[in-house]
């Protein structure tokens, strides 16, 4: 994928996590941030996807995974993340912080982060997070987020933010917040969107692809 950063937005259940899982596939070196544990798919059969054990408990065994997977090369790696909000945040700082030391010194790749609501504010953006959006696309690591909100995480993320990816959002303050960060027509046509149908739009809000999930 070309875009430095790109966001995947919509309500609950219209497709986010599908158009993920049929977008990501080919990526050569990711990591996915898998937040609510619909990514364990990723060890099925596909080469280069590092087996996900039943638990990843311990931080530093996934980063040293991730250490010695990106020196071989080719990798993908979910994490399933700690339910506990404290140390998810920790999870969540040291695994952006991987992501970035990992394009600087070994190979370019993709973070994806399921749910970034979770993660940011609009006033706070975690250290790890910002290196990615400030030096991300100097440094070699793309960035693709989920959010059901895009109003309520980091202001700093979606003013870098180059490429939309909407499903249907229909809660007003939203739909009127993602008009103020694209056009008031793109924010209109999101609220008619059925469930699997959505938009590409480009940072000033041109519509580049108008596609459905399924028939
Ligand atoms: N081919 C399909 N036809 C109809 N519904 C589907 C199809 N694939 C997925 N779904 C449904 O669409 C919903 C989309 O889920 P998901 O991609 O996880 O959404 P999100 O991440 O936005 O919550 C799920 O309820 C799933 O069962
Ligand atoms: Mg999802």
């Not at 087996?51 to 065994?61: A, C, E, G, S």
């Not at 749910?115 to 440094?139: F, K, R, S, V």
């Not at 895009?150 to 499903?167: G, H, I, K, Q, W």
Request: charged fraction near 25%.
């Amino acid at each position: 994928m070309s875009n430095d950063i790109i966001a995947v937005v919509g309500m609950r259940d219209q497709g986010k996590t599908t158009w993920l899982r049929n977008n990501i596939a080919e990526e050569d070196n990711l990591i996915v941030i898998d937040t609510l544990g619909d990514h364990t798919f990723g060890s099925k059969g596909k080469p280069g996807w590092l087996p996900v054990p039943d638990k990843r408990d311990n931080l530093q065994d996934v980063l040293d995974e991730i250490e010695i997977a990106a020196k071989q090369g080719f990798f993908q790696i979910g994490i399933p993340m700690p339910i506990d909000d404290e140390e998810k945040a920790i999870w969540f700082e040291y695994l952006c912080l991987e992501a970035y030391q990992t394009a600087e010194h070994h190979t370019k790749c993709t973070l994806v982060v399921e749910e970034m609501g979770l993660y940011t504010n609009t006033q706070q953006t975690p250290t790890g997070l910002n290196a990615i959006i400030q030096y991300g696309a100097h440094a070699g690591v793309n960035l693709i987020w989920t959010a059901r909100n895009p109003a309520e995480v980091s202001r700093r993320l979606t003013s870098e933010t180059n490429m939309y990816v909407l499903f249907a959002l229909h809660e007003p303050r939203w739909v009127e917040a993602l008009g103020e960060r694209l056009t008031d027509d793109i924010a209109q046509r999101v609220t008619q969107l059925e469930p699997g149908h959505y938009l590409m739009v480009d940072r000033v809000g041109n519509v580049v692809k108008d596609a459905k999930l399924w028939p």
